[in-house]
């Protein structure tokens, strides 16, 4: 007889089954089993969501020539080597199979090819901060090259084998594996805390007195950096303290591959959002049309705010039939203006139509670029 104290999992099992408690006692870890199964399919849903959400971002980048760049590159790793960390896990924990060690394979290079590409966004962001200080990114390409090396040691010592069909999941069985398996998340915290160190170090030229829009960009990508960092010391704490091949690590390892994910690719749209409004504040185009980057859905949706337009200066007057110098009232060009203001009356300055008391008629100044065009008041 169930009762309430029996889990969730042995009781499913038995009601499935119709056997009893000691044919059940012969497979142990139901429950870690069934929540390992649940962490690995959450984990390939999620992955799944974002890889379709970034699709037109994606695709916004196959028809630019931006690809003599490495960030472009990164992107692309990260974003299917996503699939391919938690792909393979389903295998291992919830689907039956033969090929176990293939499974267990893939995943691994999986993870190596996320891990690798979220670092390497980073370290490009970090750099356009310090305006590529080589002191910089000397340092986080050391700490970048000791983290690859960490990871890829650590890949090659996972193990998996198949054994007896369980009654849920999949009958493959991770092997124990080394002792130093928190390494390569140590490896990564260290990297990532640099990183964060050196943003915060930049936080005083981000002001939003300053630059609104710079504000936000610097602010989106500390977010980023931040959620990145406490991922890597997260798993680095259960590493080293839950055995090495249990469940738990094996569920924490497919959740911490989809922040990695899901941070890291933002983190690109909010490299490629700087990098544009730099170029377009210093009329320097690396990208070719790269206003078409932005996606009104993402972090690139800021744009650059339209600019206020100055009290006009004591020399600035209207009075009827006077010509105004732009100049002077601080639209910044030499062309002028004639408005013409009737104490009993609104006139248009080009037809002289007459407008209805208390409006105000707006039209583009013809002489100012499109894109930046501002608005011309005519005054009663």
Same mark, same amino acid.
């Given at each position: 007889?169930?009762?309430?104290?029996?889990?969730?999992?042995?009781?499913?099992?038995?009601?499935?089954?119709?056997?009893?408690?000691?044919?059940?006692?012969?497979? =142990?870890?139901?429950?870690?089993?069934?929540?390992?199964?649940?962490?690995?399919?959450?984990?390939?849903?999620? $992955?799944?969501?974002?890889? #379709?959400? *970034?699709? %037109?971002?994606?695709?916004?980048? /196959?028809?630019?020539?931006?690809?003599?760049?490495?960030?472009? @590159?990164?992107? &692309?790793?990260?974003?299917?080597?996503?699939?391919?960390?938690? *792909?393979?896990?389903?295998?291992?924990?919830?689907?039956?199979?033969?090929?176990?060690?293939?499974?267990?394979?893939?995943?691994?290079?999986? #993870?190596?090819? !996320?891990? !690798?590409?979220?670092?390497?966004?980073?370290?490009?962001?970090?750099?356009?901060?310090?305006?590529?200080?080589?002191?910089?990114?000397?340092? &986080?390409?050391?700490?970048?090259?000791?983290?690859?090396?960490?990871?890829?040691?650590?890949?090659?010592? @996972?193990?998996?084998? =198949?054994?007896?069909?369980?009654?849920?999941?999949?009958?493959?069985?991770? &092997?124990?594996? #080394?002792?130093?398996?928190?390494?390569?998340?140590?490896?990564?915290?260290?990297? *990532?805390?640099?990183?964060?160190?050196?943003?915060?170090?930049?936080?005083? /030229?981000?002001?939003?007195?300053?630059?609104? $829009? !710079?504000?936000?960009?610097?602010?989106?990508?500390?977010?980023?950096?931040?959620?990145?960092?406490?991922?890597? !010391?997260?798993? &680095?704490?259960?590493?080293?303290?839950?055995? =090495?091949?249990?469940?738990?690590?094996?569920?924490?390892?497919?959740?911490?591959?989809?922040?990695?994910?899901?941070?890291?690719?933002?983190?690109?749209?909010?490299? #490629?959002?700087?990098?544009?409004?730099?170029?377009?504040?210093?009329?320097?185009?690396?990208?070719?049309?790269?206003?078409?980057?932005?996606?009104?859905?993402?972090?690139?949706?800021?744009?650059?705010?339209?600019?206020?337009?100055?009290?006009?200066?004591?020399?600035?007057?209207?009075?009827?039939?006077?010509?105004?110098?732009?100049?002077?009232?601080?639209?910044?060009?030499?062309?002028?203006?004639?408005?013409?203001?009737? %104490?009993?009356?609104?006139?248009?300055?080009?037809?002289?139509?007459?407008?209805?008391?208390?409006?105000?008629?707006?039209?583009?100044?013809?002489?100012? =670029?499109?894109?930046?065009?501002?608005?011309?008041?005519?005054?009663?």
């Amino acid at each position: 007889m169930i009762t309430s104290s029996t889990p969730l999992s042995r009781a499913i099992a038995l009601g499935s089954s119709g056997i009893d408690e000691v044919a059940l006692d012969s497979f =142990p870890d139901v429950d870690a089993q069934l929540g390992f199964a649940i962490s690995a399919c959450v984990a390939l849903a999620i $992955v799944l969501w974002e890889y #379709v959400t *970034f699709l %037109p971002d994606e695709i916004r980048l /196959y028809r630019k020539s931006i690809w003599t760049t490495i960030p472009p @590159y990164a992107f &692309l790793t990260l974003r299917y080597g996503g699939i391919l960390a938690t *792909f393979p896990v389903v295998f291992l924990s919830a689907i039956k199979t033969n090929n176990c060690q293939v499974a267990a394979s893939l995943s691994q290079a999986g #993870v190596v090819l !996320v891990v !690798v590409s979220s670092a390497m966004i980073f370290t490009f962001r970090t750099s356009l901060f310090w305006a590529d200080n080589r002191m910089i990114r000397g340092t &986080l390409v050391v700490l970048f090259v000791i983290m690859m090396g960490c990871w890829t040691a650590l890949a090659t010592q @996972y193990r998996a084998t =198949p054994g007896p069909t369980p009654l849920f999941g999949s009958n493959c069985h991770v &092997l124990p594996t #080394v002792s130093w398996l928190p390494l390569g998340n140590a490896s990564s915290a260290l990297f *990532f805390i640099t990183t964060l160190i050196f943003t915060l170090l930049k936080i005083h /030229y981000h002001d939003r007195r300053e630059s609104l $829009v !710079v504000h936000h960009i610097y602010k989106a990508n500390l977010v980023y950096l931040l959620g990145t960092t406490v991922t890597a !010391v997260s798993v &680095l704490v259960i590493k080293s303290l839950a055995p =090495p091949s249990s469940a738990l690590v094996l569920s924490t390892r497919c959740l911490a591959t989809v922040f990695t994910v899901a941070f890291g690719t933002r983190a690109f749209r909010n490299f #490629v959002l700087a990098t544009v409004y730099e170029a377009d504040c210093d009329h320097a185009h690396p990208y070719p049309s790269s206003s078409q980057l932005i996606s009104h859905a993402s972090d690139m949706r800021f744009a650059l705010p339209p600019p206020a337009r100055p009290p006009p200066s004591p020399e600035c007057h209207i009075s009827k039939r006077k010509t105004i110098t732009n100049e002077n009232c601080g639209l910044g060009t030499s062309k002028h203006i004639r408005l013409v203001t009737s %104490p009993d009356r609104k006139l248009n300055a080009s037809s002289d139509r007459e407008l209805p008391r208390g409006r105000i008629r707006r039209t583009p100044c013809a002489h100012i =670029p499109q894109g930046q065009r501002k608005l011309v008041r005519q005054i009663h």
